[in-house]
């Protein structure tokens, strides 16, 4: 598994936890133990990108997902869509074919299959438009 990889899957513990909690990714991040977190530049860059974008990438979920809410939507794919479309629009030494992939793999792993299709397709929607997003 690439470092990439792990740190995307690192990032979307946090960013699931924090869901659940009720919490922010970021806080949760910072309260781990230091030597710990040293490690994992990445996981922090991604933490902090979803947490400045956050109400954009919200947004773009609730009127790109078709017809889904936000709060229906399982917590795993609601952070997997945020923290790739966060790639996808503003993190510009990631290639949005290689955000997608990841994306549809790490649901496939962790989601359902049905899940792995609906993320491809709402990061689709994205990709198609990406140039009048931003």
Known sequence: MS????ARKRALDFLYEAD???ALALELYSSRPS???SQEPYV???LEGVSEHRD???ELIITY????????????????????????????????KVAINEAVEIAAELSTQDSSRYINGVLGRI????????
């Open 3 to 6: 470092a990439r990889r792990k």
């Open 20 to 22: 659940l909690r009720g």
């Open 35 to 37: 030597e710990e977190l």
């Open 44 to 46: 922090r860059s991604l």
């Open 56 to 58: 954009r990438l919200d």
């Open 65 to 96: 997902s078709e017809g889904w809410d936000m709060d229906r939507m399982p917590a795993i794919d609601r952070n997997l869509l945020r923290l790739s479309i966060y790639e996808i629009l503003w993190a510009h030494d990631i290639d949005e």
């Open 127 to 134: 990709v198609a438009i990406k140039s009048t997003l931003i």
